[in-house]
Protein backbone atom coordinates (compact mmCIF):
# COMPACT_ATOMS: atom_id res chain seq x y z
CA UNK A 1 0.00 0.00 0.00
CA UNK A 2 1.35 3.79 -0.72
CA UNK A 3 2.56 5.82 2.24
CA UNK A 4 0.01 8.44 1.38
CA UNK A 5 -2.89 5.18 1.85
CA UNK A 6 -1.32 4.32 4.96
CA UNK A 7 -1.24 7.67 6.20
CA UNK A 8 -5.50 8.17 5.77
CA UNK A 9 -6.16 4.88 7.11
CA UNK A 10 -4.01 5.95 10.08
CA UNK A 11 -5.86 9.28 10.87
CA UNK A 12 -8.82 7.25 10.30
CA UNK A 13 -8.23 4.94 13.62
CA UNK A 14 -7.01 7.62 15.22
CA UNK A 15 -10.11 9.57 15.13
CA UNK A 16 -11.87 6.70 15.57
CA UNK A 17 -10.19 5.66 18.97
CA UNK A 18 -10.32 9.00 20.69
CA UNK A 19 -11.88 9.61 23.45
CA UNK A 20 -15.24 9.94 24.40
CA UNK A 21 -15.25 13.50 25.84
CA UNK A 22 -12.82 14.61 22.95
CA UNK A 23 -15.62 14.02 20.36
CA UNK A 24 -18.35 15.82 22.49
CA UNK A 25 -19.64 19.01 21.84
CA UNK A 26 -20.90 21.67 24.28
CA UNK A 27 -22.27 24.59 23.42
CA UNK A 28 -21.79 27.94 26.21
CA UNK A 29 -25.17 28.52 26.85
CA UNK A 30 -24.60 31.81 28.82
CA UNK A 31 -22.33 34.66 27.38
CA UNK A 32 -21.18 35.50 30.43
CA UNK A 33 -22.21 39.46 30.06
CA UNK A 34 -25.76 39.61 29.72
CA UNK A 35 -29.14 37.19 30.39
CA UNK A 36 -29.72 36.92 26.24
CA UNK A 37 -31.45 33.60 25.81
CA UNK A 38 -32.96 33.61 29.47
CA UNK A 39 -35.67 35.17 30.96
CA UNK A 40 -36.36 36.23 34.47
CA UNK A 41 -39.17 35.41 36.65
CA UNK A 42 -39.83 36.38 40.13
CA UNK A 43 -38.32 39.46 42.38
CA UNK A 44 -34.21 39.35 42.61
CA UNK A 45 -30.91 41.18 42.38
CA UNK A 46 -28.57 40.54 39.96
CA UNK A 47 -24.88 41.07 39.03
CA UNK A 48 -23.19 40.11 35.89
CA UNK A 49 -19.01 40.69 35.95
CA UNK A 50 -16.17 38.47 34.56
CA UNK A 51 -18.37 35.80 33.47
CA UNK A 52 -19.90 35.60 36.91
CA UNK A 53 -23.72 35.12 37.23
CA UNK A 54 -24.76 36.82 40.81
CA UNK A 55 -28.18 36.28 42.02
CA UNK A 56 -29.10 37.36 45.44
CA UNK A 57 -32.83 36.98 47.18
CA UNK A 58 -34.61 39.78 47.48
CA UNK A 59 -36.65 38.77 50.44
CA UNK A 60 -37.42 35.04 52.54
CA UNK A 61 -39.11 32.30 50.87
CA UNK A 62 -39.30 33.83 47.50
CA UNK A 63 -39.81 32.22 44.13
CA UNK A 64 -37.71 33.58 41.30
CA UNK A 65 -36.09 32.08 38.47
CA UNK A 66 -33.36 32.83 35.42
CA UNK A 67 -35.22 30.38 32.41
CA UNK A 68 -33.65 29.67 29.66
CA UNK A 69 -35.69 30.79 26.43
CA UNK A 70 -35.12 26.96 24.54
CA UNK A 71 -36.56 24.09 25.03
CA UNK A 72 -34.41 21.05 25.88
CA UNK A 73 -35.00 17.42 25.57
CA UNK A 74 -32.40 15.35 26.19
CA UNK A 75 -28.41 16.86 27.06
CA UNK A 76 -25.80 16.61 29.20
CA UNK A 77 -25.54 20.54 31.13
CA UNK A 78 -22.60 21.37 33.13
CA UNK A 79 -23.10 24.47 35.21
CA UNK A 80 -20.20 25.73 38.10
CA UNK A 81 -21.30 27.20 41.26
CA UNK A 82 -20.40 28.85 44.27
CA UNK A 83 -22.66 30.01 47.08
CA UNK A 84 -22.84 31.50 50.18
CA UNK A 85 -22.75 29.42 53.28
CA UNK A 86 -27.00 29.21 54.52
CA UNK A 87 -28.26 29.52 51.46
CA UNK A 88 -30.08 27.24 48.95
CA UNK A 89 -30.52 26.82 45.49
CA UNK A 90 -30.66 24.40 42.49
CA UNK A 91 -30.84 23.56 38.66
CA UNK A 92 -34.27 23.35 37.10
CA UNK A 93 -34.74 21.53 34.08
CA UNK A 94 -37.26 20.24 31.66
CA UNK A 95 -39.69 22.49 32.92
CA UNK A 96 -42.81 23.40 31.10
CA UNK A 97 -44.96 26.31 31.84
CA UNK A 98 -47.75 24.83 29.54
CA UNK A 99 -48.62 22.02 32.19
CA UNK A 100 -50.40 22.55 35.36
CA UNK A 101 -49.61 21.92 39.28
CA UNK A 102 -46.96 21.73 41.29
CA UNK A 103 -43.18 22.05 40.00
CA UNK A 104 -42.62 18.61 40.60
CA UNK A 105 -44.88 18.11 37.78
CA UNK A 106 -43.60 20.61 35.81
CA UNK A 107 -40.08 20.37 35.95
CA UNK A 108 -36.82 18.49 37.68
CA UNK A 109 -34.88 20.46 39.94
CA UNK A 110 -31.42 19.08 41.17
CA UNK A 111 -30.89 20.47 44.80
CA UNK A 112 -28.36 22.80 45.44
CA UNK A 113 -28.22 23.38 49.60
CA UNK A 114 -25.25 23.04 51.54
CA UNK A 115 -26.88 21.21 54.93
CA UNK A 116 -25.77 17.47 54.48
CA UNK A 117 -28.78 16.79 57.10
CA UNK A 118 -31.81 17.27 55.02
CA UNK A 119 -34.21 15.32 52.96
CA UNK A 120 -32.17 16.86 50.04
CA UNK A 121 -28.93 16.87 50.07
CA UNK A 122 -26.84 18.95 47.48
CA UNK A 123 -27.14 17.10 44.31
CA UNK A 124 -30.67 15.49 44.98
CA UNK A 125 -33.27 15.07 42.23
CA UNK A 126 -36.01 16.30 43.79
CA UNK A 127 -39.14 13.75 44.24
CA UNK A 128 -36.66 11.60 41.97
CA UNK A 129 -33.81 10.42 43.94
CA UNK A 130 -31.79 11.20 46.78
CA UNK A 131 -27.92 12.28 46.55
CA UNK A 132 -25.34 10.14 48.50
CA UNK A 133 -23.40 12.27 50.99
CA UNK A 134 -19.96 14.04 49.42
CA UNK A 135 -17.14 14.30 51.94
CA UNK A 136 -14.62 16.89 51.32
CA UNK A 137 -15.84 19.58 49.47
CA UNK A 138 -14.75 22.66 49.71
CA UNK A 139 -17.97 24.93 50.08
CA UNK A 140 -16.15 28.48 49.30
CA UNK A 141 -14.73 27.12 46.28
CA UNK A 142 -16.59 26.42 42.68
CA UNK A 143 -18.08 23.26 42.36
CA UNK A 144 -19.28 21.50 39.41
CA UNK A 145 -22.86 20.33 38.79
CA UNK A 146 -23.21 17.76 35.80
CA UNK A 147 -27.07 16.87 35.23
CA UNK A 148 -27.42 13.88 32.34
CA UNK A 149 -31.42 13.65 31.12
CA UNK A 150 -31.15 11.09 28.21
CA UNK A 151 -34.85 9.92 27.71
CA UNK A 152 -36.45 8.83 31.72
CA UNK A 153 -32.70 8.26 32.22
CA UNK A 154 -31.73 11.25 35.04
CA UNK A 155 -28.75 11.58 36.43
CA UNK A 156 -26.53 14.05 39.05
CA UNK A 157 -22.65 14.74 39.21
CA UNK A 158 -20.92 16.79 41.58
CA UNK A 159 -17.42 17.51 40.42
CA UNK A 160 -17.59 14.42 38.07
CA UNK A 161 -18.68 12.23 40.97
CA UNK A 162 -21.91 10.92 40.18
CA UNK A 163 -24.48 11.39 43.61
CA UNK A 164 -27.70 9.85 42.21
CA UNK A 165 -29.85 8.41 39.20
CA UNK A 166 -32.97 7.35 38.61
CA UNK A 167 -35.77 6.86 35.84
CA UNK A 168 -38.60 9.34 35.60
CA UNK A 169 -41.06 10.33 32.81
CA UNK A 170 -43.46 13.41 34.62
CA UNK A 171 -41.39 15.74 32.10
CA UNK A 172 -39.62 14.69 28.86
CA UNK A 173 -39.21 18.56 27.10
CA UNK A 174 -38.80 22.23 28.67
CA UNK A 175 -36.21 24.83 29.89
CA UNK A 176 -33.45 25.14 31.94
CA UNK A 177 -33.84 27.19 35.12
CA UNK A 178 -31.61 28.64 37.93
CA UNK A 179 -32.84 29.23 41.05
CA UNK A 180 -32.36 32.32 43.11
CA UNK A 181 -31.93 31.43 46.67
CA UNK A 182 -34.97 31.44 48.81
CA UNK A 183 -33.23 32.87 51.65
CA UNK A 184 -33.08 36.38 51.62
CA UNK A 185 -30.01 37.98 51.40
CA UNK A 186 -28.35 34.60 49.93
CA UNK A 187 -26.20 34.86 47.09
CA UNK A 188 -25.54 32.01 44.16
CA UNK A 189 -22.79 32.73 41.79
CA UNK A 190 -22.81 30.52 38.17
CA UNK A 191 -20.07 30.65 35.55
CA UNK A 192 -19.10 28.38 32.61
CA UNK A 193 -22.61 27.01 31.77
CA UNK A 194 -22.48 24.77 29.19
CA UNK A 195 -24.60 22.03 27.13
CA UNK A 196 -24.30 19.12 24.74
CA UNK A 197 -27.60 18.24 22.90
CA UNK A 198 -28.72 14.55 22.09
CA UNK A 199 -30.53 12.72 19.87
CA UNK A 200 -34.09 12.37 20.41
CA UNK A 201 -35.05 9.25 22.32
CA UNK A 202 -38.61 7.40 22.21
CA UNK A 203 -39.60 5.87 24.95
CA UNK A 204 -42.35 3.01 23.91
CA UNK A 205 -41.49 0.39 26.63
CA UNK A 206 -42.78 0.62 30.50
CA UNK A 207 -40.15 1.38 33.25
CA UNK A 208 -38.15 -1.81 34.46
CA UNK A 209 -40.57 -1.91 38.02
CA UNK A 210 -43.92 -1.83 35.90
CA UNK A 211 -42.75 -4.38 33.70
CA UNK A 212 -41.92 -6.87 36.48
CA UNK A 213 -44.77 -6.65 38.43
CA UNK A 214 -46.79 -6.85 35.11
CA UNK A 215 -45.27 -10.21 33.61
CA UNK A 216 -48.15 -12.68 33.54
CA UNK A 217 -46.00 -15.37 32.34
CA UNK A 218 -43.93 -15.42 35.39
CA UNK A 219 -46.25 -15.44 38.67
CA UNK A 220 -45.04 -14.52 41.79
CA UNK A 221 -43.63 -17.64 44.27
CA UNK A 222 -43.36 -18.16 47.82
CA UNK A 223 -39.62 -18.30 48.76
CA UNK A 224 -40.69 -20.17 52.12
CA UNK A 225 -42.54 -23.11 52.95
CA UNK A 226 -44.80 -22.91 55.35
CA UNK A 227 -43.12 -23.23 58.41
CA UNK A 228 -40.10 -24.72 57.31
CA UNK A 229 -36.55 -23.63 56.17
CA UNK A 230 -36.16 -25.67 53.53
CA UNK A 231 -33.94 -24.41 50.79
CA UNK A 232 -31.96 -22.43 53.10
CA UNK A 233 -29.37 -22.38 55.08
CA UNK A 234 -27.31 -20.16 57.60
CA UNK A 235 -24.39 -18.43 58.14
CA UNK A 236 -23.41 -16.89 61.51
CA UNK A 237 -24.58 -17.93 65.10
CA UNK A 238 -28.02 -16.13 64.98
CA UNK A 239 -31.56 -17.87 65.61
CA UNK A 240 -33.71 -17.86 63.19
CA UNK A 241 -37.49 -19.71 63.81
CA UNK A 242 -41.18 -19.40 62.73
CA UNK A 243 -43.63 -17.32 65.28
CA UNK A 244 -47.27 -18.59 65.74
CA UNK A 245 -48.15 -15.84 63.38
CA UNK A 246 -45.95 -17.27 60.39
CA UNK A 247 -43.42 -14.80 59.95
CA UNK A 248 -39.75 -15.39 60.05
CA UNK A 249 -37.86 -14.05 63.33
CA UNK A 250 -34.34 -13.32 62.90
CA UNK A 251 -32.30 -12.55 66.30
CA UNK A 252 -28.30 -11.80 65.34
CA UNK A 253 -27.48 -12.84 68.81
CA UNK A 254 -23.47 -11.31 69.51
CA UNK A 255 -22.53 -11.10 65.57
CA UNK A 256 -24.72 -11.13 62.61
CA UNK A 257 -26.67 -13.66 61.14
CA UNK A 258 -27.65 -14.51 57.39
CA UNK A 259 -30.87 -16.64 56.41
CA UNK A 260 -29.54 -17.60 53.04
CA UNK A 261 -31.14 -19.16 49.75
CA UNK A 262 -29.81 -22.66 48.33
CA UNK A 263 -31.23 -21.46 45.04
CA UNK A 264 -29.21 -18.45 43.05
CA UNK A 265 -31.04 -15.90 41.22
CA UNK A 266 -30.11 -13.19 38.81
CA UNK A 267 -32.98 -11.26 36.67
CA UNK A 268 -35.86 -11.13 39.68
CA UNK A 269 -38.36 -8.74 41.49
CA UNK A 270 -38.86 -9.77 45.33
CA UNK A 271 -41.45 -8.81 47.42
CA UNK A 272 -41.74 -8.93 51.14
CA UNK A 273 -42.78 -7.49 54.58
CA UNK A 274 -41.02 -6.43 57.79
CA UNK A 275 -41.05 -5.11 61.00
CA UNK A 276 -38.01 -4.17 62.97
CA UNK A 277 -37.72 -1.70 65.75
CA UNK A 278 -36.07 1.59 65.22
CA UNK A 279 -31.64 1.16 66.10
CA UNK A 280 -32.15 -2.52 65.00
CA UNK A 281 -29.97 -3.36 61.63
CA UNK A 282 -31.11 -5.94 59.19
CA UNK A 283 -31.49 -5.52 55.36
CA UNK A 284 -31.44 -8.18 52.31
CA UNK A 285 -28.69 -9.07 50.84
CA UNK A 286 -28.58 -10.00 46.96
CA UNK A 287 -26.35 -11.82 44.35
CA UNK A 288 -23.96 -13.36 46.98
CA UNK A 289 -21.55 -15.54 45.17
CA UNK A 290 -22.92 -19.53 46.12
CA UNK A 291 -19.23 -20.69 46.87
CA UNK A 292 -18.32 -17.78 49.62
CA UNK A 293 -18.93 -18.68 53.23
CA UNK A 294 -19.46 -15.23 54.56
CA UNK A 295 -21.50 -12.41 53.32
CA UNK A 296 -19.99 -8.82 52.45
CA UNK A 297 -20.58 -5.94 50.42
CA UNK A 298 -17.37 -6.92 48.23
CA UNK A 299 -18.89 -9.75 47.30
CA UNK A 300 -23.08 -8.83 47.31
CA UNK A 301 -25.13 -6.09 47.29
CA UNK A 302 -26.76 -4.89 50.40
CA UNK A 303 -31.06 -3.69 50.34
CA UNK A 304 -30.39 -1.81 53.81
CA UNK A 305 -33.45 -1.84 56.71
CA UNK A 306 -31.64 -0.06 59.17
CA UNK A 307 -32.20 3.67 60.69
CA UNK A 308 -29.66 4.77 63.11
CA UNK A 309 -29.81 8.13 63.49
CA UNK A 310 -32.50 9.75 61.67
CA UNK A 311 -31.84 12.19 58.55
CA UNK A 312 -28.22 12.33 58.43
CA UNK A 313 -28.22 8.05 58.17
CA UNK A 314 -25.68 7.83 54.48
CA UNK A 315 -27.50 4.66 53.90
CA UNK A 316 -31.13 4.14 55.60
CA UNK A 317 -33.68 1.70 54.92
CA UNK A 318 -34.58 1.34 51.30
CA UNK A 319 -30.61 2.25 50.14
CA UNK A 320 -28.68 0.10 47.91
CA UNK A 321 -25.34 0.44 50.74
CA UNK A 322 -22.40 2.31 48.88
CA UNK A 323 -24.48 2.67 45.83
CA UNK A 324 -27.81 4.71 46.16
CA UNK A 325 -29.12 6.36 49.23
CA UNK A 326 -32.80 6.23 50.34
CA UNK A 327 -35.42 9.08 51.59
CA UNK A 328 -34.91 9.43 55.73
CA UNK A 329 -38.11 8.19 57.29
CA UNK A 330 -39.86 5.47 55.09
CA UNK A 331 -41.15 2.83 57.68
CA UNK A 332 -43.00 2.59 60.36
CA UNK A 333 -41.17 1.12 63.38
CA UNK A 334 -43.06 -1.90 65.17
CA UNK A 335 -45.03 -2.09 62.33
CA UNK A 336 -45.18 -3.97 58.91
CA UNK A 337 -43.61 -2.59 56.01
CA UNK A 338 -43.07 -3.61 52.68
CA UNK A 339 -40.01 -3.82 50.12
CA UNK A 340 -40.09 -4.48 46.26
CA UNK A 341 -36.22 -5.68 44.97
CA UNK A 342 -35.70 -5.34 41.20
CA UNK A 343 -32.95 -6.88 39.89
CA UNK A 344 -32.79 -6.96 35.84
CA UNK A 345 -28.35 -7.11 34.68
CA UNK A 346 -27.02 -4.05 36.28
CA UNK A 347 -30.02 -2.45 37.57
CA UNK A 348 -31.03 -2.41 40.87
CA UNK A 349 -33.82 -0.80 42.29
CA UNK A 350 -35.88 -0.20 45.56
CA UNK A 351 -39.29 0.64 46.88
CA UNK A 352 -39.97 0.70 50.48
CA UNK A 353 -43.70 0.75 51.02
CA UNK A 354 -44.83 2.04 47.91
CA UNK A 355 -42.17 4.73 46.90
CA UNK A 356 -39.13 4.39 45.25
CA UNK A 357 -36.71 4.43 47.20
CA UNK A 358 -33.02 3.81 45.10
CA UNK A 359 -32.05 3.37 41.75
CA UNK A 360 -28.83 2.60 40.48
CA UNK A 361 -26.70 0.86 37.41
CA UNK A 362 -24.31 -1.33 39.54
CA UNK A 363 -20.50 -1.93 38.31
CA UNK A 364 -20.39 -5.07 35.94
CA UNK A 365 -18.72 -7.64 38.30
CA UNK A 366 -22.13 -7.33 40.92
CA UNK A 367 -24.50 -8.47 37.31
CA UNK A 368 -24.32 -12.24 38.31
CA UNK A 369 -26.19 -14.68 39.67
CA UNK A 370 -26.22 -15.34 43.28
CA UNK A 371 -28.14 -16.27 46.62
CA UNK A 372 -30.04 -14.08 48.61
CA UNK A 373 -29.88 -13.39 52.21
CA UNK A 374 -31.89 -12.25 54.54
CA UNK A 375 -29.75 -10.50 57.66
CA UNK A 376 -29.99 -10.08 61.42
CA UNK A 377 -27.39 -7.39 61.69
CA UNK A 378 -25.52 -5.71 64.67
CA UNK A 379 -26.37 -2.35 66.40
CA UNK A 380 -22.98 -0.69 64.94
CA UNK A 381 -23.55 2.76 66.14
CA UNK A 382 -25.02 2.00 69.42
CA UNK A 383 -23.70 -0.75 71.78
CA UNK A 384 -23.06 -3.28 69.23
CA UNK A 385 -25.24 -5.26 70.57
CA UNK A 386 -27.80 -8.01 68.58
CA UNK A 387 -31.16 -7.29 67.18
CA UNK A 388 -34.15 -8.12 65.71
CA UNK A 389 -35.91 -8.61 62.17
CA UNK A 390 -39.35 -9.97 61.11
CA UNK A 391 -40.30 -11.13 57.50
CA UNK A 392 -42.78 -12.59 55.98
CA UNK A 393 -44.83 -13.25 52.54
CA UNK A 394 -41.41 -13.43 50.95
CA UNK A 395 -42.22 -13.72 47.26
CA UNK A 396 -39.99 -14.32 44.15
CA UNK A 397 -40.32 -13.80 40.75
CA UNK A 398 -37.89 -15.23 38.65
CA UNK A 399 -37.31 -12.89 35.49
CA UNK A 400 -33.84 -15.22 34.21
CA UNK A 401 -33.89 -15.61 30.66
CA UNK A 402 -36.52 -12.77 30.10
CA UNK A 403 -35.61 -9.84 27.84
CA UNK A 404 -36.48 -6.22 28.97
CA UNK A 405 -36.60 -3.98 25.72
CA UNK A 406 -36.27 -0.94 28.02
CA UNK A 407 -32.55 -1.35 28.75
Not at 291 to 317: M, P
Request: proline share 3%; hydrophobic share 40%.
Amino acid sequence: MEKKNWLFVLVILLCWNIAPGQQENWTTIFNGKNLEGWTERGNFEKDIKEGVLSLTASHAFNNAWVLSEKDYRNFKLEVEFLMDDGANSGILFRYNPVLTGALNVQAYEANIDWDPDIQEPLGTLEHVARAKLIESLDKNSWNKMRIEAIGDHLKVFINDRQVCEGHNRRSMVGKIGLQVPIRQGGTIRFRNIQIMELADTEMSTPLLEEYYRASWERPLKPMFEANSFNGWHTIGEGVWKWTKEGAIHGYSGKAASYLVSDETYQNFYLSCKFRIIKEDNSGIFIRKHPDSSSVSLADAIECNIYDHNGVGHAYSTGSIVTHARAWAGMIAYDEWNTMEIFAHESHIIMYVNGRKSSEIYMPEAFNKAGNICLQAGTKVFLDNGPSDIYFKDVMIKDMDGTSFLGE
